[in-house]
């Protein structure tokens, strides 16, 4: 055999090499079990990212002011914060920016008035307003819309002492403060 | 093969955040360069030319520096799963001020006296005015009240012989009250309007009727204290 393949010219040599592969293929594909095949796809799975927004009605602006304040005296304001993301968003309120300015008897406005924040029939925070920390809001669904009643209160702090004392302290001062409402998914 | 091994050679070194087409978010601060430590890229090219020229070396350091970013990002996204990121939205609304008014009364006479009687005597009268001014920011509602008398001798009193008169002459004469000097407790004043002006006058008189040897030389002093209440 060996000797009869090495009498072989290289043509017939390499015709025969050439029909050994392809036996040697027809049995590969012979034996690879081929069977029905079937397949499905699930094609454009999309993904969108959430997106989270609230809408302040006085965004960058004072919900309220008040001048000439006495005791007994109230301010009001209210505003209204909407939530215009398409996801639920935890809520919170809190306030920054705190300044006194003390009169000529020296007390400062933010240790005496209070601060009333309302939601509908909910009372959110109610004391001092130098105090208010982080009141936790709630969760609101997408759309949903909460209006705030701010009242603030120069509580009435009896008769004073004296010309410079008791509420006289406050008289002529003033403060100014800043509402921060966060939004957290 | 060798066509190969120099394809592979001649690819970049990676050096940019760009990883299986998506950037690494500067904001987890993840560098640019990446792996680090692994030298530069002209290094990396000399280390490849002096290498043996196969396939599987030139992938295998191609390999180390792939496992080495992917170490890299699943540490970022290790980090990013529990750093506890979250979407935020934060309005705000500043600049709520608040002020306190003020009141104030300018007393035309403040620390001294309305009248002074100096050697009264039986049927006559002794007159003084003040002006109040309401200089506040609000009205406010004044009361005059008696803040103590002093008579000397305690009795009898003088006070208790003397009648006060408290009138508003503002415009008409208005009596506001009148009767002995003594008995005066307090009287409530018309609301001022913030800046408004008003003038009384405090009339005395030491009655004939009253007159008796033991008020010679005696004296009354009356202190009168104004007190005003925003309203």
């Not at chain 1, 705190?98 to 008035?113: D, E, F, H, K, Y």
């Not at chain 2, 009268?125 to 803040?147: C, K, P, R, V, Y």
């Not at chain 2, 003397?162 to 009287?187: N, P």
Request: charged letters at 15%; a positive charge; glycine letters at 10%.
């Amino acid at each position: 055999m060996y000797k009869r393949l090495a009498v072989m010219k290289g043509k017939q040599r390499a015709s025969l090499l050439l029909a050994a592969l392809v036996l040697i293929a027809a049995a590969a594909v012979g034996s690879s079990g081929a069977v029905f095949t079937a397949h499905s796809a699930n094609p454009a799975n999309v993904f969108t990212a959430g997106n989270l927004s609230h809408v302040n009605s006085k965004a960058n602006a004072a919900i309220l002011t008040a001048s000439k304040m006495k005791p007994l005296d109230t301010a009001t304001g209210s505003v209204t914060i909407t939530n215009d993301g398409d996801i639920p968003g935890t809520f919170s309120l809190s306030t920054s920016n705190l300044t006194n300015t003390p009169g000529g008897n020296g007390g400062l406005l933010s240790a005496v008035l209070l601060v009333k924040v309302v939601d509908g029939t909910t009372t959110v925070y109610d004391g001092p307003i130098n105090a208010v920390g982080t009141v936790p809001l709630g969760t609101f669904a997408p759309a949903a819309v909460h209006t705030y009643a701010f009242t603030v209160t120069f509580p009435d702090g009896g008769t004073p002492g004296s010309d410079t004392t008791g509420d006289n302290a406050y008289k002529s001062s003033s403060m100014a403060i800043e509402f921060d409402w966060t939004e957290v998914q | 093969m060798r066509l190969v091994g120099r394809l592979l050679a001649a690819l970049p070194v990676v050096e940019s955040g760009w990883w299986f087409g998506h950037r690494l978010s500067p904001r987890y601060g993840v560098g640019t360069r990446c792996p680090a430590g692994l030298g530069s890229r002209r290094a990396e090219i000399r280390r490849r030319r002096h290498a043996p020229r196969t396939v599987a070396m030139l992938r295998g350091g191609r390999g180390l520096r792939v496992v080495a970013c992917l170490s890299v990002l699943l540490v970022v996204a290790g980090t990013t799963a529990t750093s506890g990121a979250k979407y935020i939205r934060g309005t705000r609304n500043p600049s709520n001020t608040f002020a306190a008014g003020s009141l104030r009364l300018i007393n035309s006479r403040d620390a001294t006296f309305v009248l002074s009687t100096g050697a009264l005597r039986p049927g006559q009268s002794s007159t003084g005015t003040l002006t109040l001014t309401d200089q506040g920011d609000f009205a406010g509602a004044f009361t005059i009240t008696n803040a103590g008398i002093s008579d000397t001798p305690v009795s009898p009193s003088l006070s208790a012989a003397l009648t006060l008169m408290i009138e508003d002459i503002t415009g008409t004469a208005q009596t506001l009250w009148t009767g002995t000097m003594s008995t005066f407790s307090s009287l409530a004043l018309a609301q001022f309007s913030a800046g408004q002006v008003r003038t009384y006058r405090f009339t005395v008189t030491f009655p004939q009727a009253s007159a008796v040897p033991g008020l010679q030389a005696a004296a009354s002093v009356m202190t009168l204290r104004f007190v005003g209440v925003a309203k």
